[in-house]
């Protein structure tokens, strides 16, 4: 079974930076659209954080528009999400998938940001 395994979370500033990896386990990555997601505290769902296609188009959350970035590495079958002007309203468990979330692959452990003001 294909697994997602996140990394590069932690603990940062209000204004740092963090990147953020995902490796698929999958050899087929490279038709995937793939998205990270974050899940806020207290909160139930998860939601979409920044999208690309395999084309390399990319889509992001109002919020996060010109403070993140997302790309892949189809060679290393990896996604990133550069964060920068990190603030702690960014604190999250934050998850990639192949998007949609969870139809095409299980959702991993996830990798916790903590931003401190």
């Known amino acids: 079974q294909v697994q997602l395994v996140e990394s590069g979370g932690g603990l940062v500033q209000a204004g740092g930076s963090l990147r953020l990896s995902c490796t698929d386990s999958?050899?087929?990555?490279?038709?995937?659209?793939m998205a990270w997601y974050r899940q806020a505290p207290g909160k139930q769902q998860r939601e979409l954080v920044a999208?690309?296609?395999?084309?390399?188009?990319?889509v992001y959350e109002d919020s996060v528009k010109g403070r993140f970035t997302i790309s892949r590495d189809n060679a290393k079958n990896t996604v990133y999400l550069q964060m920068n002007s990190l603030n702690p309203d960014d604190t999250a468990v934050y998850y990639c998938?192949?998007?949609?979330?969870?139809?095409?692959?299980?959702w991993g452990q996830g990798t916790q940001v903590t931003v401190s003001s």
């Open positions: 999958g050899n087929i990555f490279s038709i995937y659209t």
């Open positions: 999208r690309i296609t395999t084309g390399g188009n990319t």
């Open positions: 998938n192949r998007a949609p979330g969870g139809v095409f692959a299980p």
